[in-house]
């Protein structure tokens, strides 16, 4: 006995004659038709941490502040004029932002070479001996709880895209991406101009006529608080923890200078 096929419905098409799902139909498969409620949207981003500038921009703001404010109290210590103890810090400064650019540049850039060389020999490994680099690959999601069958599937398939299987090993092996380095000349800038900015805060009082040790050693203080504070919530660390930590450390890098300055002051002509 022969029985009837179910029936379908009917396909409705576009104007170019091309098949148009039923309205009905997606209707059905969407999740409020289901009665399905929808979970929270996974959308997270994270903030740029290759970029090359943060490491610089705190260590030359934080570095320019205690630098100048230590060098300026060294100096007041030694009861020496005002317009020397402008042209300290102003020397300081100058010489403290260049510094810092320079053995930043200096520094990222012969990384960034040392990673180069090393991207290069993976480079060469791959082209030379590619049954090695696969069973390698292979073993290391093997080791990270792949089953074996599957773990030597997943390497073979990558091994036959050069560009992408040398991106993997160099991060498997070397635990960074060589397509997103940091940039000298972005770490340098940014060393440059915090370490200016940090270092002009305790010669504010005195570039404005206002000489006094005293208030320079204060505004250097409250923005070594503040200053430690904001880069605790960047990192997503208690605001008076950062604030404390580089506010003891700035007082203590004063108080050690202007010691010595005082001490040694009245014995050098």
Known sequence: MTMASPSKPPVEADGAGQPMAHAGAAEAGSPASRGAVAG???????????????RPAVFGAMDGLVTNVSLIAGVGGARLAPHTIVLTGLAGLSAGAFS???????????????????????????ET??????????????????????????????????????????????????????SPLTAAGASLVTFAVGALIPLLPFLFGFASLGAAVVLAAIAAFVGGGI????????????????????GLAAALTYGIGTLLGGHIS
């Open 40 to 54: 929270p949207e996974v959308n997270h981003q994270h903030r740029d941490v290759s970029g090359g500038w943060l």
């Open 231 to 250: 880069v605790a919530r960047v990192t997503a660390r208690p605001f008076l923890r950062g604030a404390l930590r580089q506010f003891m450390l700035a």
């Open 129 to 182: 001996n590619p049954a090695d680099e696969q069973a390698e690959l292979a073993a290391v999601y093997k080791m990270r709880g792949v089953e074996p069958a599957l773990a030597d599937e997943v390497a073979r398939q990558l091994s036959q895209h050069p560009d992408q299987v040398l991106r993997i090993h160099v991060r498997e092996e070397l635990g960074i991406d060589h397509d997103e380095l940091p």
């Open 100 to 126: 810092m650019a320079a053995g930043e540049y200096v520094s990222v850039s012969s990384q960034n070479e040392l990673v180069a060389a090393e991207v290069e020999k993976e480079r060469i490994e791959l």
